[in-house]
């Protein structure tokens, strides 16, 4: 017999699973469903999903597929995901979208074998373009190439077998750092460079024996010629000039889609270009995330401050908070500043390539006005400089952690500087392909004691509690993340026969945590991407490969299905 009290107790157990029951049943219709995926979340180290519903671009669950689809309604589009990998976007650390997209429509020079090869190329242009039209290519390296130029210096090409074959045609070749260029005699002429043209603050013009330009100009030195192409540039109207940048970021954002990249952080632009993105993206023109920089001298940079709150008012996926600014140049072009000289140029240590009263007058800026202050540092002495201005511009630390103020590179360090990244809570903003690409020419720069104890010490600083996000300084490289994503696990290129140190190379979670979550944080996005949960933005990627389980090799062949940002399919391959 069931007494009174009992069967109260009973009735309130069934009402509580009843109500329970009730309670647990979607109380939303997704918009779409995509299922019978193999779904990594970021949020653990295990695929931990199978399905996944959006509504409005965001996520609303992630479960098994019966648990998803009792979400789906009279109007919910599923989507067979084929039972391939799914993860969250990559995002784009750290690059440059106009300038990708101007590349794309430069001569690419990344793959010449020699300096002749790169001669030829330009040759075919000047019988293509018509006399006086500027002929600009980018991506070559002269560490690179299999056989030294006939006439060089410095290890450098001269202008001359340049000039030959396009005479009546301006000739600007960007160095693959872009932190330098060679220029033929048509541009240097149109550039008043000459004998007398003294190498500007924070840059190097390359010389013969007798004072002569060789064509090469280093760091701000490259101001000379590019300014040349500037005013050229001048006699288009403000609309033509806005046009062609409104071109190539649309040509940089299907490049980036294309390669599953579903959010970029631009690394410094002008005030006139941040507000021309700003307004692309609340048009919908460009739906790809962008999280901008402004980089300005610091004589105009105090005006433009106080403007930067309002760009991220009204535009979807874009935001500016962060002001760039550069220490020094690249190891490529002798331009990272060292603590000690170069150990095959031993006269020099390098270029600094702003005065340090004004790099800290910047940092002094941004922390009275709440922003997040990112700069260029390659060289030991250049890191050191930045760690010193970063832990000075605050007077408690906890500041310091909260602001994520970003070294971008961070390439070359001084043992003793390692720590300090993990200790004062300072990003440290890598880009894994730049390791494979200049491991063949690092040692030669640095010798092998400083190479091995401070060049791309991954490892070292993610052991010290440093926090790595991750990129490829497209157009310094290929967009391509997989690339990036294999030389950050691997400390290689696919052909090569040996890595680079690989005791400094990163988990294999590491690597995606450093081109997802870890880049949204950098970003103060980490609420909204980086991983695939509840509530955060529907961006993800379906691939070929299961890139939490494949083996290494399997990494750059990595192919992408399908990016969807804010729940749109932006990309898709073809079937």
Same mark, same amino acid.
């Given at each position: 017999?069931?007494?009174?009290?009992?069967?109260?107790?009973?009735?309130?157990?069934?009402?509580?699973?009843?109500?329970?029951?009730?309670?647990?049943?979607?109380?939303?219709?997704?918009?779409?469903?995509?299922?019978?995926?193999?779904?990594?979340?970021?949020?653990?180290?295990?695929?931990?999903?199978?399905?996944?519903?959006?509504?409005?671009?965001?996520?609303?669950?992630?479960?098994?597929?019966?648990?998803?689809?009792?979400?789906?309604?009279?109007?919910?589009?599923?989507?067979?995901?084929?039972?391939?990998?799914?993860?969250?976007?990559?995002?784009?650390?750290?690059?440059?979208?106009?300038?990708?997209?101007?590349?794309?429509?430069?001569?690419?020079?990344?793959?010449?074998?020699?300096?002749?090869?790169?001669?030829?190329?330009?040759?075919?242009?000047?019988?293509?373009?018509?006399?006086?039209?500027?002929?600009?290519?980018?991506?070559?390296?002269?560490?690179?190439?299999?056989?030294?130029?006939?006439?060089?210096?410095?290890?450098?090409?001269?202008?001359?077998?340049?000039?030959?074959?396009?005479?009546?045609?301006?000739?600007?070749?960007?160095?693959?750092?872009?932190?330098?260029?060679?220029?033929?005699?048509?541009?240097?002429?149109?550039?008043?460079?000459?004998?007398?043209?003294?190498?500007?603050?924070?840059?190097?013009?390359?010389?013969?024996?007798?004072?002569?330009?060789?064509?090469?100009?280093?760091?701000?030195?490259?101001?000379?010629?590019?300014?040349?192409?500037?005013?050229?540039?001048?006699?288009?109207?403000?609309?033509?000039?806005?046009?062609?940048?409104?071109?190539?970021?649309?040509?940089?954002?299907?490049?980036?889609?294309?390669?599953?990249?579903?959010?970029?952080?631009?690394?410094?632009?002008?005030?006139?270009?941040?507000?021309?993105?700003?307004?692309?993206?609340?048009?919908?023109?460009?739906?790809?995330?962008?999280?901008?920089?402004?980089?300005?001298?610091?004589?105009?940079?105090?005006?433009?401050?106080?403007?930067?709150?309002?760009?991220?008012?009204?535009?979807?996926?874009?935001?500016?908070?962060?002001?760039?600014?550069?220490?020094?140049?690249?190891?490529?072009?002798?331009?990272?500043?060292?603590?000690?000289?170069?150990?095959?140029?031993?006269?020099?240590?390098?270029?600094?390539?702003?005065?340090?009263?004004?790099?800290?007058?910047?940092?002094?800026?941004?922390?009275?006005?709440?922003?997040?202050?990112?700069?260029?540092?390659?060289?030991?002495?250049?890191?050191?400089?930045?760690?010193?201005?970063?832990?000075?511009?605050?007077?408690?630390?906890?500041?310091?952690?909260?602001?994520?103020?970003?070294?971008?590179?961070?390439?070359?360090?001084?043992?003793?500087?390692?720590?300090?990244?993990?200790?004062?809570?300072?990003?440290?903003?890598?880009?894994?392909?730049?390791?494979?690409?200049?491991?063949?020419?690092?040692?030669?720069?640095?010798?092998?004691?400083?190479?091995?104890?401070?060049?791309?010490?991954?490892?070292?600083?993610?052991?010290?509690?440093?926090?790595?996000?991750?990129?490829?300084?497209?157009?310094?490289?290929?967009?391509?993340?997989?690339?990036? %994503?294999? !030389?950050?696990? =691997?400390?290689?290129?696919?052909? *090569?026969?040996? #890595? @680079?140190?690989?005791?400094? /190379?990163? &988990?294999? %979670?590491? !690597?995606?945590? =450093?081109?997802?979550?870890?880049? *949204?944080?950098? #970003? @103060?996005?980490?609420?909204? /991407?980086? &991983?695939?949960?509840?509530?955060?933005?529907?961006?993800?990627?379906?691939?070929?490969?299961?890139?939490?389980?494949?083996?290494?090799?399997?990494?750059?062949?990595?192919?992408?299905?399908?990016?969807?940002?804010?729940?749109?399919?932006?990309?898709?391959?073809?079937?």
């Amino acid at each position: 017999m069931i007494r009174p009290r009992h069967f109260f107790a009973l009735w309130s157990f069934a009402l509580a699973a009843i109500m329970s029951s009730c309670t647990s049943q979607p109380t939303q219709e997704a918009d779409k469903i995509i299922f019978n995926a193999q779904i990594f979340c970021m949020e653990k180290e295990v695929i931990s999903a199978e399905a996944m519903a959006i509504k409005n671009g965001i996520i609303l669950e992630l479960g098994t597929e019966s648990e998803i689809m009792a979400y789906r309604g009279s109007s919910t589009t599923t989507l067979d995901a084929g039972g391939h990998f799914l993860m969250p976007g990559l995002i784009e650390g750290h690059g440059h979208l106009l300038m990708m997209g101007e590349a794309l429509s430069q001569l690419n020079l990344a793959e010449a074998k020699n300096w002749q090869e790169i001669v030829d190329q330009v040759a075919g242009e000047a019988e293509r373009k018509e006399p006086g039209e500027w002929i600009i290519g980018n991506g070559w390296h002269q560490d690179k190439w299999t056989v030294a130029p006939d006439r060089q210096q410095d290890g450098y090409p001269t202008h001359h077998s340049l000039s030959a074959v396009s005479p009546e045609n301006p000739v600007l070749l960007f160095h693959a750092s872009y932190h330098g260029l060679i220029a033929n005699k048509k541009a240097m002429e149109l550039a008043g460079v000459n004998i007398h043209t003294p190498n500007p603050e924070g840059g190097l013009i390359r010389r013969s024996e007798s004072g002569e330009a060789i064509g090469v100009f280093e760091e701000t030195a490259s101001g000379l010629i590019y300014a040349g192409l500037l005013r050229e540039r001048e006699l288009w109207t403000e609309e033509e000039w806005k046009s062609q940048k409104r071109e190539w970021a649309k040509q940089a954002q299907e490049e980036a889609f294309r390669h599953g990249i579903t959010s970029i952080h631009d690394l410094g632009l002008p005030m006139e270009d941040l507000q021309l993105l700003r307004s692309m993206a609340a048009s919908g023109d460009l739906e790809i995330g962008i999280y901008a920089m402004l980089r300005e001298p610091y004589s105009s940079l105090r005006k433009s401050v106080a403007e930067l709150p309002i760009l991220r008012e009204g535009a979807s996926g874009f935001s500016a908070r962060t002001v760039k600014a550069f220490v020094d140049g690249a190891l490529g072009s002798y331009g990272a500043l060292l603590l000690e000289p170069y150990s095959d140029q031993p006269t020099t240590h390098g270029q600094l390539v702003t005065p340090v009263e004004e790099l800290e007058a910047m940092a002094r800026l941004c922390a009275e006005n709440d922003l997040q202050f990112s700069v260029h540092a390659i060289g030991d002495s250049a890191n050191r400089i930045a760690l010193n201005i970063f832990e000075g511009a605050f007077e408690d630390p906890k500041d310091l952690a909260q602001a994520r103020w970003r070294i971008e590179h961070a390439q070359h360090l001084h043992p003793d500087d390692i720590p300090r990244f993990g200790q004062s809570d300072i990003l440290a903003s890598v880009q894994g392909i730049h390791c494979a690409s200049d491991a063949p020419f690092v040692p030669t720069r640095l010798g092998e004691q400083r190479s091995r104890e401070g060049a791309y010490v991954w490892r070292s600083l993610i052991d010290g509690g440093a926090r790595i996000n991750n990129g490829t300084d497209v157009p310094v490289e290929a967009i391509d993340p997989f690339e990036s %994503l294999y !030389a950050s696990v =691997s400390r290689k290129k696919p052909e *090569a026969e040996r #890595a @680079f140190y690989p005791e400094q /190379k990163m &988990s294999r %979670l590491e !690597a995606l945590q =450093s081109y997802t979550i870890n880049n *949204a944080y950098a #970003a @103060f996005e980490e609420d909204i /991407k980086g &991983s695939l949960k509840p509530g955060k933005r529907a961006d993800f990627i379906l691939l070929d490969t299961d890139l939490l389980n494949c083996s290494d090799h399997d990494i750059p062949a990595t192919q992408v299905l399908m990016t969807v940002v804010g729940g749109k399919i932006v990309y898709e391959a073809l079937k």
